[in-house]
């Protein structure tokens, strides 16, 4: 069976393009990691691919606010060949800054903005799924890291009125295993709604600030130490794989 070739953007400051390959990799994809401005100079295009991934990281820095100056330079060298992309019944996923880059190209709706701490935020949350999407079968609930200073979903009551009619509120914050065991904020960030990530109206373009690819292995679990003994207590053989890997899978297996 052919694999899915997966294309991860990098340059001018994402830096989580290694992991964010290395989960569809896993996943049985084939994951490229390539610079935008290789597709700029159309050393590579986006129509051979099937996946387009925007990971997360600290795009320019951050200085003109988050994913703005990389969602610019998208809009004015490659709106074409993304529009052309996504009409192909294609998918999209923008991780954290992704994610933020995604809304600032206008391909999502609303926008990320500051903590309500007015602090980077670093730790483990639980989420709910709330929609059908492609990238979110098979899951109901799941736990990840999050690590981001400008998260919190932000959109006008109309507007955010709409998007849940319309059921492109993917997650939402709740209080799950990782709230019982730290006692933190269930919501780190302050979100509307607590949404953690949201979709298209088709549901194939994804963005989310949870980071899945932080949480590809059950040892990167900051309790699984703990999970390991109550495993070998119950005589249960301890998982190898995290939960952020079944995104990855549900990418994949789309076009199995």
């Known amino acids: 069976m052919i694999k899915p070739k997966i294309i991860v953007l990098s340059g001018y400051g994402l830096n989580c393009e290694e992991e964010t390959a290395y989960g569809f990799q896993l996943a049985g994809g084939d994951a490229e990691i390539v610079h935008i401005n290789d597709i700029i100079d159309k050393i590579k295009k986006l129509d051979d691919y099937q996946i387009l991934g925007i990971p997360g990281g600290f795009a320019f820095g951050d200085h003109t606010g988050s994913g703005k100056a990389y969602a610019n330079k998208i809009k004015n060298h490659l709106t074409d060949q993304l529009n052309s ?14 994610f933020q880059i995604l809304t600032n190209c206008g391909l999502l709706p609303g926008a990320l903005t500051f903590n309500e701490s007015a602090r980077y935020i670093n730790r483990w949350i639980d989420l709910k799924v709330v929609n059908k999407s492609p990238w979110l079968k098979k899951i109901k609930n799941l736990s990840l890291p999050v690590a981001h200073g400008e998260g919190k979903y932000y959109l006008p009551d109309k507007e955010l009125s709409d998007l849940k009619k319309n059921n492109q509120v993917a997650v939402k914050y709740i209080k799950g295993e990782m709230y019982k065991e730290y006692g933190l904020a269930y919501n780190p960030n302050g979100a509307l709604s607590d949404i953690a990530g949201i979709t298209d109206k088709t549901g194939r ?3 989310l600030m949870p980071h899945p690819d932080r949480a590809l292995f059950f040892t990167q679990l900051p309790h699984w130490t703990r999970l390991k003994e109550r495993y070998l207590r119950n005589g249960k053989d301890l998982p190898e794989h995290g939960p952020g890997l079944q995104i990855f899978k549900n990418g994949v297996d789309y076009f199995k």
């Open 85 to 98: 992309f996504i009409e192909s019944d294609k998918l999209v996923i923008g991780i954290c800054n992704g």
């Open 205 to 207: 373009i994804f963005g």
